[in-house]
């Protein structure tokens, strides 16, 4: 069970446990949490601490990010198949996995290349899911490892060019 003022994971949001109530209508036990850089508490999220959803979880640790980003290299972009490249970027984004969305990044970064390669515009479909991806993901990690998010993009983009 988390303690007050712990930092999880809620679906791909990192909150802080604020509290922990009973539930009046269900009886209960659940967490409120708050994302967490907002802390005036305006939005919160009651989950129940059985988590049967399977969406709460821990904090990457630093080891955990290093492991995940070690194994990133290997991680398989998406088929490009133009009438369905939204449904599969949603289908990853609902996961609750981050190997997900290094295969979101990957995908939107390899086609946004190859379309600027051949002089076309970029997809705003890519860009659009790329920022989601990148947003979560390196909010995590700016988070577990005490870094900004920018000094998180750099390390990770580092990562993937040292694999190549």
Not at 52 to 67: C, Y
Not at 105 to 129: F, P, Q
Request: charged share 30%; with cysteine.
């Amino acid at each position: 069970m988390y303690k007050i003022n712990d930092i999880v994971v809620y679906k791909r949001d990192v909150c802080r446990v604020k509290e922990t109530v009973v539930s009046e209508r269900t009886g209960e036990t659940c967490y409120i949490l708050v994302p967490f850089n907002d802390e005036s508490g305006m939005t919160k999220m009651i989950v129940p601490v059985a988590n049967a959803g399977g969406h709460l979880r821990d904090l990457l640790t630093e080891e955990e990010i290093e492991d995940l980003l070690s194994r990133a290299p290997a991680i398989e972009t998406l088929a490009d198949k133009q009438a369905n490249m939204k449904s599969q970027y949603v289908a990853l984004l609902r996961s609750d996995s981050l190997e997900d969305l290094i295969c979101i990044i990957k995908t939107s970064y390899l086609r946004n290349k190859t379309r600027l390669d051949n002089h076309k515009k970029l997809a705003a479909i890519d860009g659009e899911y790329l920022q989601k991806a990148e947003n979560y993901l390196f909010k995590e990690m700016s988070v577990a490892t005490g870094k900004s998010i920018d000094e998180c993009r750099t390390y990770f983009a580092n990562k993937l060019n040292r694999a190549e």
